[in-house]
């Protein structure tokens, strides 16, 4: 059973930090691209950041140069630091695994999503 748990969210002022984190279990976590994406209320999922096989990073424009994606193989598990956090950044973040495998097929996988409030 695949399972994606995310960690780490809470309620933080603006300019502060917070680090996610999330725990994969059963898939071979070090073939996937692992990802965060984020939905606030009223408003579709987007894309934050990702980080592939290779550790290639790669971020949406609104978190660049205050976020980073980091991975770690040997614990499975994949990390959001989020730095000046503005209000904009509240929502539920999402982890995600995904690959194409060789037949062309995807897997992708979420997690349960954690919350994110930045206020003062």
């Known amino acids: 059973q695949v399972q994606l748990v995310e960690s780490g969210g809470g309620l933080v002022q603006p300019g502060g930090s917070l680090r996610l984190s999330c725990a994969a279990s059963g898939i071979a976590f070090n073939i996937y691209v692992m990802g965060w994406y984020r939905q606030a209320p009223g408003k579709q999922r987007e894309f934050v950041a990702q980080?592939?096989?290779?550790?290639?990073?790669s971020y949406a424009d609104s978190v660049k140069g205050r976020f980073t994606i980091s991975r770690d193989n040997a614990k499975e598990t994949v990390y959001l630091q989020m730095n000046s956090l503005k209000p904009e950044d509240t929502a539920v973040y999402y982890c995600?695994?995904?690959?194409?495998?060789?037949?062309?097929?995807?897997?992708?996988?979420w997690g349960q999503g954690t919350q994110v409030t930045v206020s003062s």
């Open positions: 980080i592939t096989r290779g550790s290639g990073t």
């Open positions: 995600n695994a995904d690959r194409t495998t060789a037949s062309g097929s995807r897997q992708t996988y």
